[in-house]
């Protein structure tokens, strides 16, 4: 891992730490959690967000780039099927050639015996 892998990987550490802070200290009332709860009268609560929930929502976003970004760094080349097939069909004929010539051993032997 490079030094772009590092940085984010310790970035995405310390998101992830805030966000759970974030989350834990935010109470029950003015919470992320009312969003589904269906308090109030509008579709997602009142219009009003504290502080904390904008916070959250914003490390939240941080949380999801980051990884996206780690997984894009970290990612490992795939190897192409067709560049495997070629690759045994080129080593075949050799490792073939190799072998009738370590084959044929004794007969090289015998012939220069007899001379």
Same mark, same amino acid.
């Given at each position: 891992?490079?030094?772009?892998?590092?940085? /984010?990987?310790?970035? %995405?550490?310390?998101?992830?730490?805030?966000?759970?802070?974030?989350?834990?200290?935010?109470?029950?009332?003015?919470?992320?959690?009312?969003? &589904?709860?269906?308090?109030?009268?509008?579709?997602?609560?009142?219009?009003?967000?504290?502080?904390?929930?904008?916070?959250?929502?914003? %490390?939240?976003?941080?949380? &999801?780039?980051?990884?996206?970004?780690?997984a /894009?760094?970290?990612?490992?080349?795939?190897?192409?099927?067709? /560049?495997?097939?070629?690759?045994?069909?080129?080593?075949?004929?050799?490792?073939?050639?190799?072998?009738?010539?370590?084959?044929?051993?004794?007969?090289d032997?015998?012939?220069?015996?007899?001379?």
């Amino acid at each position: 891992m490079g030094a772009i892998g590092v940085v /984010l990987l310790v970035a %995405f550490i310390i998101v992830c730490v805030l966000l759970i802070l974030l989350v834990s200290v935010q109470d029950n009332e003015n919470g992320m959690g009312g969003v &589904f709860g269906g308090r109030g009268s509008t579709a997602f609560g009142s219009h009003s967000a504290s502080v904390l929930t904008k916070a959250t929502a914003v %490390f939240v976003v941080l949380f &999801f780039v980051l990884a996206f970004c780690l997984a /894009l760094v970290n990612k490992k080349p795939t190897l192409d099927k067709e /560049l495997m097939v070629e690759e045994t069909a080129t080593e075949a004929p050799a490792e073939e050639s190799t072998t009738t010539e370590s084959s044929d051993w004794w007969t090289d032997s015998e012939t220069k015996d007899a001379e």
